[in-house]
């Protein structure tokens, strides 16, 4: 099968002009983890008393890691989708569907840009506040890049979650070499040791934070930048090769592109300090 570089899908975006690039830190080496864009002025613990969490939430409990030998912790336990957000779930909140692969609508939601998807949480967390599901000092939105990675290794230090294999990937994700260059209904391959399903592969998916290189110190909580030209986008997806998907590989692209490898999940926790509203 034929395999192309990040530069061929940008170009084949056309006026989307992605702007992603392959940044993993560590190269072809194990890689480390990544930040947590967790608020520091947002109390430890907030009350869960009449918290309903979305049936398809896992729960994720608040632990540390390690990226480029830096320790960092997260203090916080939160909630992570199962899976990417579906088309079927994001048409019936918001009432339309921007996907380009369509007739299935339990394949993720795509070519969405940042801000749709952030909208689709302010949505999702008025919805079942209204609903009496979400109490104060919750809110569902984009994980931080670190809640995504850490909810991705799911206790691993290896290249995936799977293990260190590129040719055990098959049973675990979508990618360029087995997607038949297409998305596919979520929840098809094995989920990881912490039971969210396609953490690896598919589409790639939107986090919260703004782009910024890591801090060479250990960090707990950390904020990511106050504001930079790039969101974080993490995965892989169908488009690439499985050496795309590794746990801590990074891609940036302006928030304002959408393109149709590209969607996200939710996250349920504490709100996170935003500088880019």
């Not at 579906?86 to 795509?110: I, K, R, W």
């Not at 919805?127 to 939105?141: C, I, K, T």
Request: contains cysteine.
């Amino acid at each position: 099968m034929k395999t192309h570089s990040p530069r061929f899908w940008a170009a084949a975006a056309g006026s989307f002009a992605l702007a992603a690039v392959w940044l993993s830190s560590t190269g072809c080496e194990k890689p480390g983890v990544t930040s947590s864009g967790l608020a520091n002025d947002t109390p430890a613990q907030s009350s869960t008393a009449g918290l309903v969490p979305l049936t398809n939430m896992v729960p994720i409990k608040a632990g540390s890691f390690v990226r480029i030998r830096q320790p960092v912790t997260i203090t916080r336990d939160y909630w992570l989708g199962r899976h990417e957000v579906t088309q079927a779930e994001y048409s019936a909140l918001m009432g339309g569907n921007p996907s380009h692969f369509q007739g299935d609508s339990n394949c993720p939601v795509e070519k969405l840009n940042w801000f749709e998807a952030e909208a689709y949480c302010a949505a999702l967390s008025e919805r079942e506040r209204q609903a009496g599901r979400l109490p104060a000092g919750y809110v569902y939105r984009l994980p931080s890049e670190a809640e995504w990675e850490y909810a991705c290794r799911a206790g691993s230090t290896n290249l995936f979650s799977f293990g260190d294999n590129d040719q055990a990937a098959d049973a675990h994700a979508w990618t360029l070499e087995n997607s038949e260059s297409r998305s596919h209904p979520v929840g098809l391959k094995q989920a990881n040791a912490w039971g969210l399903h396609d953490m690896h592969g598919n589409v790639w998916e939107w986090c919260l934070d703004w782009f910024a290189p890591y801090p060479e110190t250990p960090a707990t909580d950390p904020v990511g930048p106050a504001s930079s030209k790039f969101k974080v986008f993490r995965g892989g997806g169908w488009n690439q090769e499985i050496q795309y998907a590794r746990s801590a590989n990074r891609f940036m692209m302006s928030p304002s592109n959408g393109i149709h490898f590209v969607g996200f999940r939710v996250a349920l926790g504490p709100p996170v300090a935003r500088s880019d509203r």
